[in-house]
C-alpha cells in the first residue's frame, strides 16, 4: 500500500527564518510521481513541483529548494527567509500507476509565518 | 486564477438530500479528478476520469457517483446526504494521466444541516 507521512501538523517560524518541511512516502512501485502543493488561508489548491522518481535531482526556485532521496524515501521542501505570505498548508502527494493512477495526500504542515 | 471552475461554490441542505456539484476543467485538459476534504480526514481522493472514462477511484462511497461528459465537464452527485459528508469537495484537472500536476477549482463548501 502506498502512503505519505507529513508529521508536522503545524510548524511556526518568525518571518525571515528558514524552514523546512516533512514528507516521507511509502510505495513498493519503482516508478512514481511526488508533488507539493499549497493552500493558503484563501482555500484554492496550487501545484508547487512534481518530482518523478528516477529524477533525483534537488530542485530550487527562488526561495523554494526541494529535496529527494529515495534511500530515506523523503522529499522535503525548504523555504529560506520565510515571508508572511507563505503562510499555509502545505501538502506532499504520491501518485503511483500500479494499473490505474491514484494521487495519495499527506494530512498537510500549516506553516505559520509571524511577522 | 487555475483555469478549473466549480459550482456552486456554496451548498446549503439537509440530511437525505441530494446535491449536485459541477467542474469545468481547465481548457485542454482531459483528467478530472475528485476530493473531498474535510477537517478530520484531511484530502482525500474520490475519483478519476480521463476523456469521459473512469480511470481510478479512491474513497467514494456508494451513495456518491460521478461521470464526465462529451465537452469534458463533470458531475459529482451525492445523495442520501449524512451530517458526515460536509465537507470541502474539490476539482481538479490535469492534461493527461495521473502523473500530471493537477489544477484545482476553487471547491464547493457542502453543509449539511
Known amino acids: 500500500a502506498q502512503k505519505v507521512t507529513q508529521a508536522q501538523t503545524e510548524i511556526s517560524v518568525v518571518e525571515k527564518e528558514d524552514v523546512t518541511l516533512d514528507c516521507v512516502y511509502e510505495?513498493?512501485?519503482?516508478?512514481?510521481?511526488l508533488f507539493w502543493y499549497k493552500q493558503p488561508p484563501s482555500g484554492e489548491l496550487v501545484f508547487l513541483i512534481r518530482?518523478?522518481?528516477?529524477?533525483?535531482q534537488n530542485e530550487i526556485s527562488g526561495r523554494y529548494s526541494w529535496n529527494f532521496q529515495k534511500s530515506t524515501s523523503s522529499f522535503n521542501f525548504t523555504i529560506t527567509a520565510s515571508q508572511v505570505v507563505d503562510s499555509a498548508v502545505y501538502f506532499c502527494?504520491?501518485?503511483?500507476?500500479?494499473?490505474?493512477?491514484?494521487?495519495?495526500f499527506g494530512t498537510g504542515t500549516r506553516l505559520k509565518v509571524l511577522a | 486564477d487555475s483555469g478549473v471552475t466549480q459550482t456552486p461554490k456554496h451548498l446549503i441542505t439537509a440530511t437525505g438530500q441530494r446535491v449536485t456539484l459541477r467542474c469545468s476543467p481547465r481548457?485542454?485538459?482531459?483528467?478530472v479528478y475528485w476530493y473531498q476534504q474535510s477537517l478530520d480526514q484531511g484530502l482525500q481522493f474520490l475519483i478519476h476520469?480521463?476523456?469521459?472514462?473512469?480511470?481510478a477511484k479512491g474513497n467514494i462511497l456508494e451513495r456518491f457517483s460521478a461521470q464526465q461528459f462529451p465537452d469534458l465537464h463533470s458531475e459529482l452527485n451525492l445523495s442520501s446526504l449524512e451530517l458526515g459528508d460536509s465537507a470541502l469537495y474539490f476539482c481538479?484537472?490535469?492534461?493527461?494521466?495521473?502523473?500530471?500536476?493537477?489544477?484545482f477549482g476553487d471547491g464547493t463548501r457542502l453543509s449539511i444541516l
Open positions: 518530482r518523478n522518481s528516477f529524477d533525483e
Open positions: 510505495t513498493r512501485d519503482t516508478t512514481y510521481y
Open positions: 481548457s485542454g485538459d482531459l483528467s
Open positions: 502527494a504520491l501518485s503511483v500507476p500500479s494499473g490505474t493512477y491514484k494521487y495519495i
Open positions: 476520469y480521463y476523456n469521459g472514462e473512469e480511470r
Open positions: 481538479a484537472s490535469s492534461a493527461r494521466g495521473g502523473n500530471q500536476p493537477q489544477h
